[in-house]
T-cell receptor, first 116, second 118 residues
Framework: AQKVTQAQTEISVVEKEDVTLDCVYETRDTTYYLFWYKQPPSGELVFLIRRNSFDEQNEISGRYSWNFQKSTSSFNFTITASQVVDSAVYFCALSDPSTNAGKSTFGDGTTLTVKP | DTGVSQDPRHKITKRGQNVTFRCDPISEHNRLYWYRQTLGQGPEFLTYFQNEAQLEKSRLLSDRFSAERPKGSFSTLEIQRTEQGDSAMYLC????????????????FGEGSRLTVL
């Protein structure tokens, strides 16, 4: 069975600080996808990034970056120079592309508050 | 707006009543998912359609729940004889069946239908 753990329930930072959200996953699959989604107060989950288990390098996209460590089953997400609009609940998710890539197992989320 | 739309956004009902939610996915997406989210938790997978075929159902989906996607476009989720434990946000998402590995698995969510059972 797949499992995603987001140990940080809530994080509060001041605007312009960098913030890292932790995610640890469990799966027996050798190939899998990892995702980060953002859920602002309006409620609609928005896809942010996806990572394939077979990709080796970490990437940066604008103010977002992620650190995938297969050896420790972690997929951490960093927002650089945080802004008030980044305040939301962030979910890490895991899926098995060999069966159903859209059937994701989500963590319980980390609530990020960015104060001005 | 060509995103995923859900209706109604909020539904308050009394225990024992039936409710139905509708989801209109992004038009070119052939895969449609229903998830349920309770307060303080992440979404949980309920069921999945590829075109009009319901290909997978979670054990969370009891016999009181039924979902359809009759023409491979919009979908409905009906809950019969609602119970207080059914109170949750019901999320619909769609995705394209892409052979492009870059997009596979990316879900586009609607704003959800919040159900309150009194």
């Amino acid at each position: 069975a797949q499992k995603v753990t987001q140990a940080q329930t809530e994080i509060s930072v001041v605007e312009k600080e960098d913030v890292t959200l932790d995610c640890v996953y469990e799966t027996r699959d050798t190939t899998y996808y990892l995702f980060w989604y953002k859920q602002p107060p309006s409620g609609e989950l928005v896809f942010l990034i996806r990572r394939n288990s077979f990709d080796e390098q970490n990437e940066i996209s604008g103010r977002y970056s992620w650190n995938f460590q297969k050896s420790t089953s972690s997929f951490n997400f960093t927002i650089t120079a945080s802004q008030v609009v980044d305040s939301a609940v962030y979910f890490c998710a895991l899926s098995d592309p060999s069966t159903n890539a859209g059937k994701s197992t989500f963590g319980d989320g980390t609530t990020l508050t960015v104060k001005p | 707006d060509t995103g995923v739309s859900q209706d109604p956004r909020h539904k308050i009902t009394k225990r024992g009543q039936n409710v139905t939610f509708r989801c209109d996915p992004i038009s070119e997406h052939n895969r449609l998912y229903w998830y349920r989210q309770t307060l303080g938790q992440g979404p949980e997978f309920l069921t999945y359609f590829q075109n009009e075929a319901q290909l997978e159902k979670s054990r969370l989906l009891s016999d009181r729940f039924s979902a359809e996607r009759p023409k491979g476009s919009f979908s409905t989720l009906e809950i019969q004889r609602t119970e207080q434990g059914d109170s949750a946000m019901y999320l619909c998402a769609s995705s394209e069946r892409s052979w492009d590995r870059v997009r596979a698995g990316e879900l586009f969510f609607g704003e959800g239908s919040r159900l309150t059972v009194l």
